[in-house]
Every structure is written in structure tokens, then in C-alpha cells.
Antibody, heavy 114, light 111 residues
Framework: QVQLQESGPGLVKPSQTLSLTCTVSGGSISSGYHYWSWIRQPAGKALEWIGRIYTSGSTNYNPSLKSRISISVDTSKNQFSLKLTSVTAADTAVYYC??????WGQGILVTVSS | QSVLTQPPSASGTPGQRVTISCSGSSSNIGSTYVYWYQQLPGSAPKLLIFRNNQRPSGVPDRFSGSKSGTSASLAISGLRSEDEADYYCAAWDDSLSGPYVFGTGTKVTVL
């Protein structure tokens, strides 16, 4: 049974870069599923898709965030990562990493505040 | 910004059938598969329905999905107290390259 675990700072200052890593366990990130995803959810609000990365390295991003997002994969560490630049309070949310769109990690709360 | 519209709330008594609607457009629901997620309080979303009406292993057959044109529905039959949660529909928009759009979410309350 694959498991996903998000990790990274829980507090980021405005204008800085949010960096999160998702560690995949219970299976190889390179086998089975073709892509891995990030979504987020501000408190009390709906889910928002951030983007995805294929194990080949190809990416698709949410157009509303595209200029600030970068998703990468490290198959040797069985991890994939998210970077979101120039953050503001509006980026405060629980961030989830996922296997395709069918299974999500437990999530990590990231607060943007000085 | 959600592009799929759901009613904010729905409710029923134990044993009843509850239906949640999801309205989209020709660029998402009208041309791609619909997915449904259940989110219990404080938990990650859990996939309930994929490809319009398919249930992942372990999801009870009390949950069923359907799609017609640019709208979709999730039905919960034999409502149980543990079904009290937020439910989200989702679909790929414009093309399979994304974005993946979620609905506005529906809070189901078991009375």
C-alpha cells in the first residue's frame, strides 16, 4: 500500500518561496502510476489543483499559478517536490501531495505570515 | 476559483437517499470523466468515484455516480452517520493537460 508524506516548513514569510517535498513509500515512484500531483485547500474553502509531474519529468500546472510554480521529481529518493515563489497570505493552506488524482497524503499546513 | 458548481449543503436522515449535483461546462464535465471525493473533517480527500461511475476497491456500493451532458451527480443511498462529510466533484478542464478543476463542495449532514 503506497503512502505519501508531505514535509517542509509550516511557516513561510511573505514574498519568500514555499518548498515542500512528498516522500513516497510502499512502492517505487517510477512504477505503476504515471504522474504525481499537488493540491491545496485554504481553511474552510474548496480544493485547488496546483499541478502534476510525470515520472518522465514533464509537468502541467494550474494556469492561475503557473508563473510561480515549479514541480520536480527525484526518482532516486522516491520523492517529488513543489516550489511556490513570491507567496502571500492567500497561499496559506493545507497542501496535499497525491498519486495521480486518486490518493492523497495527509496534508501539511503552510502559513504565510511575517 | 472553482469552475464546477455544487449546492453548499445537503442533508438526510439515516437510511435516506441523498443526491449531490455538480454543474460544469462543455470544456470539463461535458468532455471528460468526472471524479468524486469524500473529505471527512480534518482528513485528506478520499476518492469515491472515478470515470463517472466507477468505485475504487473498498468504497461501498451505497455510493454511485452518474453523468449527463455537462452535469454529474453523486448519490448516497442508505445514508449513515459516518457519511457526514464534505463532498467534491472534479474533472479535467479543456484537455487532459489540465487544469484539474474541483467543485465548490457540498456539506452532507446526517440529521
Amino acid at each position: 500500500q503506497v503512502q505519501l508524506q508531505e514535509s517542509g516548513p509550516g511557516l513561510v514569510k511573505p514574498s519568500q518561496t514555499l518548498s515542500l517535498t512528498c516522500t513516497v513509500s510502499g512502492g517505487s515512484i517510477s512504477s505503476g502510476y504515471h504522474y504525481w500531483s499537488w493540491i491545496r485547500q485554504p481553511a474552510g474553502k474548496a480544493l485547488e489543483w496546483i499541478g502534476r509531474i510525470y515520472t518522465s519529468g514533464s509537468t502541467n500546472y494550474n494556469p492561475s499559478l503557473k508563473s510561480r510554480i515549479s514541480i520536480s521529481v527525484d526518482t532516486s529518493k522516491n520523492q517529488f517536490s513543489l516550489k511556490l515563489t513570491s507567496v502571500t497570505a492567500a497561499d496559506t493552506a493545507v497542501y496535499y501531495c497525491g498519486r495521480a488524482v486518486d490518493y492523497w497524503g495527509q496534508g501539511i499546513l503552510v502559513t504565510v505570515s511575517s | 476559483q472553482s469552475v464546477l458548481t455544487q449546492p453548499p449543503s445537503a442533508s438526510g436522515t439515516p437510511g435516506q437517499r441523498v443526491t449531490i449535483s455538480c454543474s460544469g461546462s462543455s470544456s470539463n464535465i461535458g468532455s471528460t470523466y468526472v471524479y468524486w471525493y469524500q473529505q471527512l473533517p480534518g482528513s485528506a480527500p478520499k476518492l469515491l468515484i472515478f470515470r463517472n461511475n466507477q468505485r475504487p476497491s473498498g468504497v461501498p456500493d451505497r455510493f454511485s455516480g452518474s453523468k449527463s451532458g455537462t452535469s454529474a451527480s453523486l448519490a448516497i443511498s442508505g445514508l449513515r452517520s459516518e457519511d457526514e462529510a464534505d463532498y467534491y466533484c472534479a474533472a479535467w478542464d479543456d484537455s487532459l493537460s489540465g487544469p484539474y478543476v474541483f467543485g465548490t463542495g457540498t456539506k452532507v449532514t446526517v440529521l
